[in-house]
């Protein structure tokens, strides 16, 4: 799936692309939260908080071939730095 079709089908709030998303970039960004969030069960929780948001964010955005990734990976830092300022 292009990243174009990603991002329309989530801004569609389709259950396809979502799990699409989901299976094909679910172990990056854990990735990503893991190098600020050592301990699992709280890094899993900083994960599921992001991809919820990135899929209601979505909607109010404009994001451009290119930046899905990249858009998804500076929401779950704010989120791993969010967790770990409380």
């Known amino acids: 799936m292009k990243e ?3 991002i329309a089908g989530l ?12 299976d094909t970039y679910s172990k990056a960004l854990f990735g990503v939260i893991c190098r600020d969030i050592s301990n699992r069960e709280t890094a ?12 209601r964010k979505i909607q109010a955005e404009n994001i451009y071939k ?5 858009w998804m990976a500076n929401i779950c830092r704010k989120c791993a730095n ?5």
């Open 4 to 6: 174009e079709q990603i």
């Open 11 to 22: 801004k569609a709030k389709d259950r396809i692309t979502t799990e699409y998303l989901y």
């Open 44 to 55: 899993e929780e900083v994960f599921h908080d992001s991809f919820l948001y990135i899929t």
């Open 66 to 70: 290119g930046q899905l990734y990249t």
């Open 82 to 86: 969010d967790k770990n300022s409380t």
